[in-house]
């Protein structure tokens, strides 16, 4: 059991000891549930002691004003496949969308659109209620012909309902290499073959400008790339914030603020707030 705001540290972490597969549940409003699953061969003496140097560092830094208790168990699951597919229910939150998985038939949806994603260890499933803001926002923001950055693209979620929807050109930009085979996988499980990228090469967007700039990230990452994901984004552009907690909403007004943003809407969900922007 985690603090929210510290979901993408800790699948980081677990990424970096050669997790297989994770669930995340949040439990209420501050914290979070992480049971992540390892090969059978791993060093669980040596996973459970880099956790437990995480964990405690973690624990040392977070805002002791918010009471959020730190666990750790190991639990012998050898059916965490069949527990993953059994607790992965489809996504219809989304207006015209049903997010599935490779055991559903999409032929037993009727949505207009459906995407298939594979939970690898990239964030983005479609289940956390920031991902699904942000779906509902690119619902809103994207028109047929649009260029859309997704900053931050994880699984490629995002990526792919953007072309979904129309999108001419979409590109998916990770700064972290390992997740860009996740993305890769979910682009061939759609079938989809048109003018989408993902990349963790940051210099292939340099300089460019895009209809829309998706960034479902979290709020320090926002505070310190504000600027850039701004300069991403076309004149008349549609930016689209996400990964905010909900009691953090005051420090993202003042920053848009201070860097003269004051044309947005909102949209909360679950305790977590995304902000649509006009740029």
């Known amino acids: ?78 059916g965490w496949k069949k527990n993953i597919e059994e607790k992965l229910k489809p996504v219809m939150d989304v207006p015209g969308l049903a997010v599935l998985y490779p055991w559903h038939n999409p032929d037993d949806f009727t949505k207009k659109i459906k995407l298939t994603i594979n939970p690898g260890t990239a964030f983005g499933t479609g289940q956390h209620p920031s991902t699904i803001l942000s779906l509902k926002a690119l619902h809103e923001a994207v028109k047929s012909g649009d260029t ?77 790339l504000i600027n850039e994901l701004v300069g991403f984004a076309k004149e008349e552009g549609k930016l689209i914030l996400s990964g905010i907690e909900a009691h953090q909403i005051d420090g993202v007004k003042e920053l848009l603020s201070v860097n003269g943003l004051n044309r947005y809407g909102m949209d909360l969900l679950d305790g977590w707030i995304v902000f649509i922007l006009d740029v």
């Open 1 to 78: 059991v985690i603090p929210n705001s510290e979901e993408g540290q800790a699948l980081n972490q677990l990424e970096d000891l050669g997790f297989i597969g994770a669930e995340a549940q949040m439990r209420d409003s501050n914290t979070l549930v992480i049971k992540a699953y390892f090969p059978s061969d791993a060093d669980m003496d040596l996973i459970k002691a880099e956790l437990e140097n995480y964990l405690r560092g973690m624990y040392r830094n977070f805002d002791s004003s918010v009471q959020a208790p730190v666990e750790f168990s190991f639990d012998d699951n050898s």
């Open 148 to 224: 859309v950055l997704d900053y931050g693209s994880g699984s490629g979620i995002l990526s792919l309902y953007a072309y979904k929807l129309g999108a001419l050109k979409v590109i998916g930009y990770d700064n972290d290499p390992g997740v860009i085979a996740n993305s890769s996988e979910n682009l061939d499980l759609n079938g989809i073959s048109g003018d989408i990228v993902f990349t963790f090469k940051k210099d292939i967007i340099q300089n460019m400008k895009f209809d829309v700039v998706a960034a479902n990230l979290d709020f320090e990452l926002v505070y310190d």
